[in-house]
């Protein structure tokens, strides 16, 4: 008999309060290496705020959350940091920094968290640029860049550490549908390359169908379903259901104003 390895990342019971509005009431997930998870559910829902909980900048209320088996929520800053560092992050407003060229966006986590020479973090920026089809831009500031450059330039900088997890925050927000495509297509391309787990957080359907390898459901603060992408084209549940068709009748709109639904 075969054992089961031990999951990338499990969260158990995870709750999160701010005052009194509770954001997750109970979230239990578990991600294995190498897969692409989609997680969708509604604005506002807690989707980035369970990104923010995975990375250790909010720490929940209750309930477990270990990365290979580690507890994040009680560690320490200094070993936090350190499991940052395997962490990759891609934000949905790119996130450079406006002052600095691309090359210099890409080498400072690499100047700040690495003792590795000038010569070699050059190396290492043109290769993860190459990964994304963006050598070209190595010397141009961010606002030269277009959004779905500043996109391709993000997913690069989300892999300067070869991180094992990487963590995607709306990744093709914004984008016209073939340059959504290409950021999909790329997101596929560098999980598949660098070996990494991905958690890419979404409402947009086509992007999360071409991504995933799983899907999970966050709704009222829990996740209410997950499964493959198969399972949730004809999925029983009428949230999800309606959720996935975009239609316009159903228990999601239940409680708008009579004018709104």
Do not use: C
Not at 65 to 80: D, I, P
Not at 147 to 155: C, V
């Amino acid at each position: 008999m075969t054992a089961t390895a031990s999951p990338l990342l499990e969260l158990e019971d995870v709750r999160l309060s701010f005052e009194r509005e509770e954001i997750l009431r109970g979230v239990d997930l578990r991600l294995s290496e190498r897969e692409r998870l989609i997680v969708l559910g509604q604005s506002g829902g807690g989707k980035s705020t369970l990104l923010r909980l995975i990375l250790g900048i909010l720490k929940p209320n209750g309930g477990s959350l270990r990365f290979k088996g580690l507890e994040v929520t009680r560690m320490g800053r200094r070993r936090l940091n350190k499991i940052r560092q395997r962490i990759g992050m891609v934000y949905q407003n790119s996130a450079l920094i406006s002052s600095l060229n691309v090359r210099d966006n890409l080498a400072l986590p690499l100047e700040e968290l690495s003792d590795k020479s000038e010569k070699e973090i050059d190396e290492i920026v043109m290769h993860k640029l190459e990964l994304v089809g963006m050598t070209e831009a190595r010397d141009k500031m961010p606002a030269e860049l277009s959004g779905g450059m500043r996109k391709r330039i993000a997913l690069a900088r989300g892999i300067i550490m070869d991180p094992e997890l990487i963590l995607y925050d709306e990744p093709s927000a914004g984008l016209d549908p073939v340059t959504s495509t290409l950021i999909d297509q790329l997101i596929i391309s560098l999980s598949e390359k660098i070996g990494a787990t991905s958690i890419i957080v979404t409402h947009e359907m086509e992007s999360a169908f071409r991504i995933a390898t799983r899907m999970a459901m966050l709704y009222q603060g829990r996740i209410i379903a997950e499964g493959a992408p198969a399972v949730f084209e004809h999925h029983p549940d009428p949230v999800v259901a309606q959720f996935v068709s975009g239609d316009t009748h159903g228990p999601l709109l239940d409680h708008l104003p009579e004018e709104l639904s």
